[in-house]
């Protein structure tokens, strides 16, 4: 990637008078179903009543007693505001800066898991809409859809990976996420072993995932999901495999051998991600880190970003929350690399109290993959202006013109 400024594709920008219309009336473009969704929040109950039980228990589910899922969220509840007034807002901007490129709103689209099995497509769904509205979305290692397909159709997106526990298999994946044209590679690293989301199982979910009774009776309950992505894909595209584990095509998601592809990565350790730098030559971001040394660690391995991440309380309940731990890291390191953050994220407010305690770019991932599920590239497009109008609101609440100006200050 070219180390000049680089724009996204940054839409113009809505008059600030029409954004605040549009919080309070009907939205043009917008389907009559969705009207009523007037937050990226409200898609949780709305897919809740779209999906079938195991799909969205697998998106809304974290790891045994979901401690860690609520404290992401009463994290933000910790800070107050304290706003300026008589200030002249009306030239106030989000755009920022990121990797040299210019993106049109501080936040992005977190990956998330098989995807086209809760929205038609759900892969190319979610970086589309993010290309269109000028912010990066991750691509998921874990996806259905080949990464060559996604890039294809949305340039721009950034692919995330789950180093691949075999030995042989870490540098030909390398070789072909590059050869697909993505720019920033997104590792994760904070799943050495599979979690206990007994949460999953409840709610009948299973990798793989296992054709069942209450499945099927969940489907037909549910024929929007059922014929406009199931049997529409089953149709159109086969049976969905995991595509992008490793650099051939991996197992189908109804296999058995899926879940023995993704376990064994135990013995991973930061060699592995000096490896992974000797031979990525574009942005390298590392996802899931919740300690100070480990961020040290990662600027010594050459990452030009990371991301304060728990796997949005997936993976060790218990975690702390990443808002929590963000001034830390971003005092550990943040004037060597680039400092994200995931996990929580609802609310403009929430990404104005994030980039106030110093981290430069923030991402939510089960908001827009409701989206995705309940209203497809619309859903997700509408999501993203919802927060984007949030934060355009907010600013001007708060006395700030520029991303630039959102600073602890900002906090009583």
């Known amino acids: 990637m070219s180390s000049s400024t680089t ?57 045994e007693d979901n401690v860690s899922l609520r404290a992401n969220r009463s994290a933000f509840d910790q800070y107050r505001f304290r706003s300026r007034v008589m200030v002249d807002v009306s030239a106030r901007e989000q755009t920022t800066t990121l990797f040299g490129r210019i993106y049109a709103s ?26 269109q509205a000028g912010i990066p979305a991750i691509m998921s290692g874990t996806s259905l859809i080949s990464m060559e397909e996604v890039h294809d159709a949305a340039p721009g997106t950034w692919f995330q990976v789950y180093m691949p526990g075999r030995a042989g298999m870490l540098e030909p994946l390398i070789e072909r996420i590059a050869k697909a044209g993505f720019e920033t590679l997104v590792v994760t690293v904070d799943i050495p072993v599979w979690a206990n989301r007994e949460n999953n199982v409840k709610t009948g ?38 595509e992008n584990s490793f650099a051939e095509r991996g197992a189908p998601m109804l ?26 030559h574009g942005k390298l971001v590392i996802k899931g ?3 100070e040394d480990d961020a040290r660690r990662a600027v010594a391995a050459g990452a030009d970003g990371i991301i304060v991440s728990n ?72 999501a993203i202006t919802l927060l984007r109008d949030e934060v355009d609101r907010d600013m001007a609440m708060l006395g700030v013109r520029s991303i630039a100006e959102v600073t602890d200050e900002c906090f009583a």
Not at 30 to 45: A, T, Y
Not at 230 to 239: D, E, P, R, S
Not at 357 to 380: K, N
């Open 106 to 131: 501080p936040f992005g689209i977190a990956p998330v898991g098989i995807s086209a099995i809760s929205a038609y497509r759900g892969d190319i769904v979610l970086a589309r809409a993010a290309s």
């Open 311 to 382: 796997h949005g309380g997936r993976q060790l309940d218990g975690a702390q929350a990443p808002l929590l731990m963000l001034p830390r890291i971003v005092e550990a390191v943040g004037h060597q690399t680039t400092v994200m953050l995931d996990g929580g994220i609802r609310r403009g407010t929430d990404v104005i109290k994030a980039l106030a305690l110093g981290a430069q770019f923030v991402f939510a991932g089960r908001p827009f993959m409701y989206a995705a599920a309940v209203g497809g590239e619309r859903g997700v497009s509408h």
């Open 255 to 280: 296999s058995g051998s899926a879940i023995r592809d993704t376990t064994g990565r135990d013995h991973l350790n930061w060699s592995h991600i000096e490896l992974i730098r000797s031979r990525w």
């Open 7 to 63: 724009p996204a594709r940054v839409p113009a920008s809505v008059p600030h008078r029409e954004a605040s219309k549009a919080a309070y009336g009907r939205r043009d473009g917008v389907p009559s179903r969705m009207q009523k969704i007037l937050s990226i929040d409200d898609f949780e109950q709305a897919a809740r009543g779209h999906l079938p039980r195991p799909l969205f228990g697998y998106i809304a589910g974290a790891a």
């Open 289 to 291: 880190i919740l300690h």
């Open 205 to 242: 979910f299973s990798m793989p995932l296992r054709p069942s009774f209450r499945l099927a009776l969940d489907g037909l309950m549910r024929p929007r999901w059922l014929f406009g992505t199931f049997l529409k894909t089953l149709a159109l595209h086969g049976m969905p495999h995991f």
